[in-house]
């Protein structure tokens, strides 16, 4: 029972290239989040999966964009990576009923150079 | 738009002291949520608060909510080493699924 799993971990990437953040999930949860976290930032919304074939901006959407690929699989896609992107992005889950707490995945430490 | 503050942002204390870390939102909201992360770590969840007066403790950590002040609290009792972290509030915007985190307060614990 893995929970929250994130791919790749590490991440080196050049200006300009793509690449796309896997997040997959296990605890049949409907609602996805994706996160980036930076010094004295917290951690800021990108984008958000309220349940299957639904997403919405967060407070940060702009150079990503996202797929929930079904109820267990929401990525996260960076078209022409810049490197105000380097950051550590965490992928979370949560039931989909309101009330209930997120569970985080590892993260992907992500470096745009 | 929801916004969510923490202060202080860094706290350093001695062990056995006590200290508290306020959480201020800016819209109407009754969740709030208290994670834990250390250092190199993701988050983990400590507390759901899900009602205006609502209380939770466990061991030396205690929150509260009140949603009348939009104002959150964790209090540190007799602060220990491993209590060392970065801790992190959150809230749903109202009527959504949409989780804001503040800043996140540092927090360490020295001998």
């Known amino acids: 029972n893995a929970g929250v799993t994130q791919t790749p971990k590490f991440q080196v990437l050049k200006t300009g290239q793509s690449m796309t953040l896997q997040c997959a999930q296990d605890?049949?949860?409907?609602?996805m989040y994706w996160y980036r976290q930076d010094p004295g930032m917290g951690l800021r919304l990108i984008y958000y999966?309220?349940?299957?074939?639904?997403?919405d901006k967060g407070e940060v959407p702009n150079g990503y964009n996202v797929s929930r690929l079904n109820k267990r699989e929401f990525s996260l896609r960076l078209e022409s990576a810049a490197p105000s992107q380097t950051s550590v992005y965490f992928c979370?889950?949560?039931?989909?009923?309101?009330?209930?707490?997120?569970?985080f995945g590892q993260g992907t430490r992500l470096t745009v150079v | 738009e929801l916004k969510v503050e923490q202060n202080p942002l860094f706290l350093s204390m001695q062990e056995g002291k006590n200290y508290t870390i306020y959480c201020n939102y800016s819209?109407?909201?009754?969740?709030l949520y208290w994670y834990r992360q250390d250092p190199g770590k993701s988050l983990e969840s400590l507390f759901v608060?899900?009602?205006?007066?609502a209380v939770k403790q466990e061991g030396r950590l205690m929150a509260s909510l009140d949603t009348k002040a939009r104002l959150s609290t964790l209090h540190i009792t007799a602060a220990v080493h491993d209590l060392s972290a970065t801790y992190f509030c959150?809230?749903?915007?109202?009527?959504?699924?949409?989780?804001?985190f503040g800043q996140g307060t540092r927090l360490t614990i020295n001998p």
């Open positions: 605890m049949n949860h409907n609602s």
């Open positions: 959150a809230v749903d915007e109202k009527g959504a699924q949409k989780l804001v």
């Open positions: 999966s309220a349940s299957e074939g639904t997403t």
């Open positions: 979370a889950v949560r039931q989909g009923t309101l009330n209930t707490e997120a569970f």
């Open positions: 819209t109407t909201s009754d969740r």
């Open positions: 608060l899900l009602s205006n007066g």
